[in-house]
């Protein structure tokens, strides 16, 4: 499979609603083990929540090396590259360690509290 993404979304990588569009788009391509290529020609900005939507979420189905094998990123610059390697390694130790999961649920539900 091989998806535009800025034929699905457009130029910016940013949101995490483009980046749920995307994560449906794949998800059970990469389930099925088939290879999945996103292709960022022509998008020129990206931030972490469209990644963590986009990608990261694909951990809580899919094994780190299933992913890292089965997901290709083309034409994606230097710093969507950063991005999404973090994204990766966070959501691989989020969703590999429930201690670890556990005290991020409860510090996100503590700032929900203190915000809201």
């Known amino acids: 499979m091989r998806l535009s993404i800025k034929d699905k979304i457009g130029q910016r990588c940013i949101i995490k609603d483009d980046g749920q569009k995307i ?12 290879t999945v290529t996103l292709d960022f020609d022509g998008v020129t900005q990206f ?10 979420q ?3 189905d899919i094994n780190e090396v299933d992913l890292r094998h089965l997901l290709q990123l083309e034409n994606l610059n230097e710093t ?4 999404v390697e973090r994204v990766i390694e966070n959501a691989a130790q989020y969703h590999g360690d429930k201690d670890y999961r556990k005290i991020v ?9 203190e915000s809201g």
Do not use: M, T
Request: charged share 25%; no cysteine; glycine share 8%.
């Open 23 to 34: 994560y449906d788009a794949i998800i059970e391509s990469l389930k099925q083990g088939e």
């Open 47 to 56: 931030a972490s929540p469209f990644f963590n939507y986009a990608i990261g």
């Open 58 to 60: 694909l951990l809580k």
């Open 80 to 83: 969507g590259k950063l991005v």
């Open 105 to 113: 649920d409860d510090i996100l539900e503590q700032q929900s509290r």
